[in-house]
């Protein structure tokens, strides 16, 4: 059994096939998926995804990009999102300096401003860093020295980790773990395979960010929740282990990440 710590299934790319990508996640042995938010509205659908499916959890978050729709009322009303029984996270949040749709002090303003509602919930968070490695590490560190030990472990994940092993170490230390997706199966991601061959297991997770990100020989197209199993297959390639390790070890980290027993 895998899991998809990280796919978009609210998003409008499934509304014509919702249920057979659901079907088909099934058929491939993934046992459950977590869907962040990204804006107000779609931290609504996660929620009621969660809600219909006994498979899906979610996230509610502001993605940097919209982090100027972050005012008094969306965080309150994320604060209320955030307490419905199937809420797993906050996020995605975090920082893109790649297309910068929103001013950078608004992006880490929102950003700070939802990491302190994770830790007054004690929800771990999902974290978007793109371009952005240095704030991302500094906000990070400031937040994982004041939240210390108060808070439950581990603290959250790296999404679709772009970083180097320096990034990736430092992660470990406030508590979070890395999520490799699609682009660990690239033939030209030698980069990232050799990062992925020398990070502990004990860390890591997969991930589809479906829609996005397919991986190969899909790369290009629509990805789904399926797919994880593509990128789970060159992590055991990466590691010479089988596969079903590669699952047990990831699989455990995503419960024990999100707290699903």
Not at 31 to 42: C, K, L, R, Y
Not at 178 to 204: D, K, S, Y
Request: aromatic share 6%; glycine share 8%.
């Amino acid at each position: 059994m895998l899991v998809d710590t990280h796919c978009h299934l609210d998003f409008p790319h499934f509304d014509a096939d919702r249920e057979v990508t659901l079907e088909r996640a099934r058929g491939a042995g993934i046992e459950f998926i977590v869907n962040p938010g990204s804006d107000m509205e779609s931290s609504r659908r996660a929620v009621s995804l969660a809600g219909n499916y006994p498979d899906v959890y979610a996230a509610v978050g502001i993605h940097p990009h919209n982090a100027l729709s972050l005012d008094a009322a969306a965080l309150t009303e994320l604060r209320a999102l955030a307490q419905s029984p199937k809420v797993v996270a906050i996020g995605e949040i975090g920082l893109d300096y790649y297309r910068d749709l929103s001013p950078r002090a608004a992006q880490e303003e929102a950003f700070r401003l939802q990491l302190d509602l994770a830790a007054e919930l004690d929800k771990p968070v999902i974290i978007h860093d793109r371009d952005a490695h240095a704030d991302v590490a500094r906000i990070l560190e400031e937040w994982s020295n004041a939240r210390g030990s108060k808070g439950g472990w581990p603290a959250g994940v790296l999404h679709a980790f772009s970083g180097d092993r320096e990034l990736a170490e430092a992660g470990f230390r406030w508590g979070f773990m890395v999520a490799i997706g699609g682009p660990l199966t690239f033939q030209n991601a030698r980069r990232l395979q050799g990062l992925a061959r020398e990070l502990p297991l004990i860390h890591l997770v997969v991930e589809t960010d479906a829609p996005y990100l397919s991986p190969h020989p899909y790369r290009g197209q629509r990805n789904e929740p399926a797919r994880v199993t593509l990128v789970a297959e060159t992590l055991a390639a990466l590691h010479g282990l089988p596969l079903a390790e590669i699952a047990r070890q990831t699989t455990t980290n995503a419960r024990r990440l999100f707290r699903i027993k």
